[in-house]
């Protein structure tokens, strides 16, 4: 047994199995799942690899305000950006799966107090998002999808 730190890769191996198995489960149960998303509004995120242009689609939750929807580059509030916002920052032409409707959709990062109210909204809703917020010293993003 090796006592190495685990590598970026390795991290990203487990990180995309675990996706496999929201998606799977997202797409066998009408967009409901169990787990830590049980009874949380999740959706299905397709990006476009900035440098492999390979198509990439990420679980996660999102907040539905005044017919908009919202998603959050938390990443559990690690100090980078998820892989998934540089996608979309280099092309904002995304596909948005929610329930059993799949559409596509320009991802616009949210600014200033837009941004300042529906980040407090989320985390009023699912503390994590404050403490995600807490532990880094980055802006965590909103991301508006806005359907076309």
């Not at 939750?61 to 580059?73: E, R």
């Not at 559409?103 to 837009?114: D, L, Y």
């Not at 965590?140 to 076309?148: A, D, Y």
């Given at each position: 047994?090796?006592?190495?730190?685990?590598?970026?890769e390795n991290a990203a191996s487990a990180?995309?199995?675990?996706?496999?198995?929201?998606?799977?489960?997202?797409?066998?149960?009408?967009?409901?799942?169990?787990?830590?998303?049980?009874?949380?509004?999740?959706?299905?995120?397709?990006?476009?690899?900035?440098?492999?242009?390979?198509?990439?689609?990420?679980?996660?939750?999102?907040?539905?305000?005044?017919?908009?929807?919202?998603?959050?580059?938390?990443?559990?509030?690690?100090?980078?950006n998820p892989d998934w916002f540089h996608?979309?920052?280099?092309?904002?032409?995304?596909?948005?799966?929610?329930?059993?409707?799949?559409?596509?959709?320009?991802?616009?990062?949210?600014?200033?107090?837009?941004?300042?109210?529906?980040?407090?909204?989320?985390?009023?809703?699912?503390?994590?998002?404050?403490?995600?917020?807490e532990k880094t010293t980055r802006t965590?993003?909103?991301?508006?999808?806005?359907?076309?």
């Open positions: 047994m090796s006592n190495k730190e685990p590598t970026r990180a995309n199995a675990w996706n496999a198995t929201i998606i799977e489960e997202f797409r066998a149960n009408e967009g409901k799942v169990g787990g830590p998303f049980e009874g949380a509004p999740v959706l299905l995120l397709g990006t476009t690899g900035a440098r492999t242009r390979t198509h990439r689609t990420n679980p996660m939750m999102f907040l539905q305000v005044d017919g908009k929807i919202y998603v959050f580059a938390s990443k559990a509030g690690a100090d980078t996608n979309l920052v280099a092309d904002s032409g995304v596909t948005v799966e929610i329930g059993l409707e799949k559409f596509e959709a320009t991802a616009k990062p949210v600014v200033g107090e837009e941004r300042e109210r529906i980040y407090a909204m989320q985390a009023e809703r699912y503390p994590g998002f404050a403490e995600y917020q965590i993003p909103v991301v508006e999808l806005i359907r076309v």
